[in-house]
């Protein structure tokens, strides 16, 4: 058949002068708010205080010094950019030499008077024949220590300078200096920066030799299962083996949660967490002659006998005011103590010699239970005695509590093995009526405590867990006999406190005395083994819940063997990896799938895999959520998310979840997330205003008028190219034997071009089809990052209706002439912290808002999405005719010399500081669009007003579609910092 090349139609755009000039807009690689090179168009952009929109590009860039870095020999300098190119000269080691320009490996260079091309791989910025002089009191030894591969030396402190060599594991290098995360060191005699987080003070080669008196011996402390010792200190470091509980370890460190051990000939790390300093196992035997007895000593409540000497140790049981203990050892403010037959910890500053009570003639205040009481939400249980101390939880209406004191109006209370403070007056002695209740209003009175037993078969365990469901986390287990004090029971679940825990049974396996145990029904449930069976590739989530939006305990590969329990609704209840979970029934088979081998349902595969979905934080109202490198809160905070703010969940495992937020990915703790926004009690209300504007054109029409101007996307999507046009060289792989051909988005010229190729360009074959007429083409592999959007994809994001079902997508509607009001504090802490040049720069903002009449919060949102969080070259600065310029907009960046032509405009401009790039910047998108008209993201995306008016798509800031749809999540969460505001939505209608 015909080959058919894409047309490059050049767009021509009316406008209210005859003539006018014109910009092309374009994207900095990598970034989605620019023109993509795919679709270059015409559009009108007048820059503020300006005349004409006309930039003259000052070709007079500053010129560099470098100097040659041979290891051995010398460099050629060519008489072209080509290693075929004739040689003018050889330039020795450290010769200095003008660098002009550089492009595909070369750079343009004039040395020893003499022009010509050099390789740029061979010229650094410092003169390698140059030893830096450096204090000697400054240079300190450390070692490189990566998990695996090696350490690359750069020639400057950015992941964007050359590589001057690699450095092995366990390398010594001399380190000058250290700043922003970067080392100025030297190492096999050249110079450069690596990275300091891989460096450490001790060769990690070299076994370390630790005397005696640093060693010393703890013991593992599980409360079930095993410890895992692993290679690295990280979870995700390997497991070398695991160790019981009692396992004696040799301690040779600890640091950040972790302890690096010895254990049973083999060396790893542990949690420092699950050591303790003696053998949980061994019952401890203490002379008598070292034993003396002491009382408990608080003036209200009890006191915490605890299984470590730690206020983070698990209470063993509490000691009332007088109790007699044996000590047995004192140290650092804790007392090894005996009490009432149990072992453990107490704070020595509530021990006395004398007995408190001695012959009081009143014993101290019965600790009672009363319940809370508030009207809706939950009250706040404080560490201290006032509104201004931080929230320990929040308590629901109901939620029974231990009373120890009142006074000033505070009450000191213990909840949920938690002890704090909260407001008397929401406090009530009997059970409140929930709020539904249409009764007579009659409260039924306090439920006793009573004591019970567990009572399950010997050998089985009962599960204590969160919640009064099956399907609620597990907080412990306990085994046959265990005595428990029971609050409250209803519908076959008994509320009980054991050991400092606080949680739900079943009433079934509890009993009234340790004799005569029932045999239980849930241990004894029959089972059957099945095998996970999805699409090769793809693994299953297990939830903790019967719901896909329960959390996600662990992910199941093909083939993975499980304990089938139970069956109903399309959910199964299984167990693997010694987890307890829920899958979907249908990806679970009888028989075990073979390796390479497809029969997963069809076309089913993915809908129980995990897939990213949005939701939203929900802390308390003022607190906020820390997000951590990794999934520990011992991890590094990367940043604070604020209630309401929307993340977008890439995965879910252990109570943990990796989220991306403000444009930086990182982990939270599962329970603070929520699939619905969590309402702000102080946000104003009825804030919403909407507002209509007609158009005299079709959704139809209008799409044809976008997609004459070829609209951008990131989708990916199957491709086809005609056999006509491509050389087959193996069964799965072509050329193509011409220039421009199209590439479409089906068998069949009727379907639209998502890009081209060009001669000799290689494509990879997946199939053959023929299209209706019976001509035969080739469904190909077309690996382009941007490509010509689908019309029902550019229908899709030019319809309004399909974006105001949530106030988040309707803000691409919100009107950008009226200001947020925004506090400065709050947005440089949670939005820019960390955002490279943009850090610390609200005020900046705030002044470009009030400047440019133009909402603040698009302003931040625009620059961090343009510039990549602060991090693109523009951004940070770029040198030009002895300048350095920024551009946060990336305003004038045109297609292929983006970074020149956004300097040259930024220079022009007079953007010599970031902060004036902020408020430049602001004013040339008010006067480029906010005055034209496009008040509104949808507008400056699809400009319907121009479309109506001139018949064709003109005067819009970006190609890419989702364009206006990629930045809501980051306006609403910066408008979710403040406590009232008002949004006035322009909504467009189409006939």
């Known amino acids: 058949m015909n080959k058919i090349p894409l047309s490059q139609e050049s767009i021509k755009t009316k406008g209210p002068q005859k003539s006018r000039n014109v910009i092309k807009k374009a994207i900095i690689p990598g970034f989605c708010f620019a023109v993509l090179s795919t679709a270059a168009f015409e559009e009108v952009v007048h820059a503020a205080g300006s005349t004409s929109a006309k930039i003259t590009v000052n070709s007079q860039l500053s010129f560099t010094t470098k100097y040659v870095n041979v290891t051995s020999g010398s460099l050629n300098l060519r008489s072209t950019a080509s290693t075929s190119g004739s040689i003018v000269t050889s330039l020795s080691k450290g010769t200095a030499v003008t660098v002009y320009s550089e492009a595909n490996g070369w750079a343009k260079v004039s040395a020893n008077g003499k022009d010509g091309y050099v390789s740029t791989s061979f010229l650094s910025s410092a003169n390698p024949t140059v030893k830096p002089s450096y204090p000697a009191v400054a240079a300190i030894t450390k070692y490189v220590n990566v998990t695996s591969g090696s350490l690359n030396l750069r020639s400057t402190a950015s992941t964007s300078g050359s590589i001057v060599t690699s450095l092995s594991k366990g390398t010594a290098v001399t380190v000058y200096s250290e700043a922003n995360g970067w080392a100025k060191v030297s190492a096999n005699g050249k110079d450069g920066y690596v990275s300091t987080s891989f460096l450490s003070s001790a060769n990690p080669t070299v076994k370390p030799s630790s005397p005696a008196a640093a060693a010393i011996t703890k013991y593992v402390n599980v409360t079930s299962g095993s410890l895992n ?14 160790l019981s509980k009692g396992t004696a370890v040799t301690v040779y460190s600890e640091a950040n949660g972790w302890a690096k051990v010895s254990a049973n000939g083999k060396d790893g790390y542990v949690s420092t967490s699950f050591l303790s300093s003696a053998n949980p196992t061994v019952k401890p035997s203490y002379p008598a002659v070292a034993a003396i007895t002491k009382y408990v000593n608080v003036t209200s409540g009890s006191l915490n006998l605890r299984s470590t000497a730690s206020t983070s140790g698990s209470i063993v049981t509490s000691l009332s005011k007088g109790t007699a203990v044996t000590v047995y050892s004192e140290a650092n403010g804790w007392a090894k103590v005996s009490a009432n037959g149990k072992d453990g910890y107490v704070s020595t500053s509530f021990l006395s010699a004398q007995n408190p009570n001695g012959s009081a003639t009143s014993p101290p205040a019965a600790v009672v239970t009363k319940y809370v009481n508030v009207a809706s939400g939950s009250l706040n249980m404080r560490n201290g005695a006032s509104n201004s101390s931080s929230i320990i939880v929040g308590l629901a209406k109901g939620t029974a509590v231990k ?92 509320k009980i406190q054991v050991n400092g825990v606080e949680g739900y049974v079943s009433s079934e396996f509890l009993s009234a005395s340790k004799s005569n145990p029932a045999p239980p029904k849930e241990e004894q449930q029959t089972s059957k083994t099945m095998f996970v069976n999805v699409s090769l590739g793809s693994t299953l989530s297990m939830y903790n819940s019967v719901s896909t939006n329960a959390s996600i305990l662990v992910k199941l590969a093909r083939g993975v063997e499980v304990t089938v329990y139970s069956e109903e609704n399309g959910w199964s209840k299984i167990e693997a990896y010694g987890k307890t979970g829920y ?25 129980a895999n995990v897939e990213t979905v949005t939701k939203y934080i929900d802390v308390i109202y003022g607190s ?36 991306t937020a403000n444009g930086q990915t990182g982990y939270v703790s599962s329970q603070y997330l929520s699939k619905t926004a969590p309402f702000n009690p102080n946000t104003t ?12 054109i079709s959704l139809n029409d209008l799409t044809k008028k976008q997609m004459a101007v070829n609209p951008q996307t990131d989708k990916k999507y199957k491709t086809y190219i005609s056999t006509d046009a491509v050389t087959v060289t193996t069964p799965t792989s072509g050329n193509v034997n011409g220039t421009g051909l199209n590439v479409r988005g089906g068998a069949g010229t009727d379907y639209w071009v998502v890009g081209q190729v060009n001669n000799q360009d290689s494509l990879q074959i997946l199939s053959t089809v023929k299209d209706a007429a019976g001509n035969t083409w080739y469904e190909i592999k077309y690996n382009k990052a941007w490509v010509n959007a689908s019309p029902e994809d550019v229908a899709h994001f030019v319809d309004p209706n399909n974006f105001l079902s949530n106030t988040v997508d309707s803000l691409q509607f919100l009107k950008l002439s009226a200001s947020a009001n925004i506090d400065a504090g709050e947005v440089n802490e949670r939005i820019l912290s960390g955002k490279g040049i943009l850090q610390g720069l609200a005020s900046a903002f ?25 991090t693109s070259q523009l951004a940070k600065g770029v040198q030009i005719n002895g300048k350095t310029v920024y551009n946060m907009y990336g305003i004038g960046a045109y297609d292929h010399s983006a970074l020149n032509s956004g300097a040259q405009f930024a220079y022009n401009a007079g953007w010599f500081t970031p902060e004036a790039a902020i408020i430049g910047g602001a004013q040339f998108i008010e006067n480029g669009y906010i005055n034209a008209g496009q008040d509104t993201l949808y507008k400056m995306r699809w400009n319907p007003g121009s479309v109506t008016k001139n018949g064709y798509a003109s005067h819009q800031y970006a190609t890419d579609i989702a364009w206006a749809a990629k930045q809501v999540n980051q306006i609403n969460n910066i408008y979710s910092l403040l406590d009232s505001y008002k949004l006035v939505l322009e909504i467009p209608q189409f006939k």
């Open 403 to 494: 009373v120890y004191s009142e006074t000033g109006g505070w009450a000191k209370i213990e909840a949920y093995g938690k002890t704090g403070y909260v407001s008397s007056a929401f406090l009530v002695a009997t059970i409140p009526a929930s709020n539904n209740n249409t009764g007579s209003g009659t409260v039924p009175p306090a439920q006793q405590i009573t004591t019970k037993y567990v009572n399950v078969n010997k050998g089985s365990s009962l599960n204590v867990r969160k919640s009064a469901s099956t399907s609620s986390a597990i907080l412990t287990k306990l085994s046959s006999g265990t005595e428990v004090k029971v609050q409250s029971e209803s519908n076959g679940w008994a």
């Open 846 to 870: 705030i002044t470009a808002g009030d400047t440019s009449g133009i909402n603040e919060i698009y302003l931040i949102s625009h620059a961090l999405l343009e510039t990549g969080n602060g």
């Open 583 to 607: 899958v979907s029934s249908e990806y679970l088979s009888e028989t075990k799938p073979a390796a390479g081998e497809e029969n997963a349902p069809d076309n089913k595969s993915g809908s």
């Open 685 to 696: 209300k009825g804030t919403i205003e909407k507002v209509y504007k007609s158009y005299d």
């Open 229 to 242: 010792l692993r290679s690295t200190a990280s979870t995700s470091g390997s497991i070398v083996t695991s």
């Open 624 to 659: 906020s959520l820390n997000l951590r490198t990794a999934a520990s809160t011992s991890a590094a905070i990367i940043t604070k998310l604020a209630r309401g703010t929307i993340v977008t969940v890439h995965s879910e495992e252990n109570g943990w979840s990796r989220v």
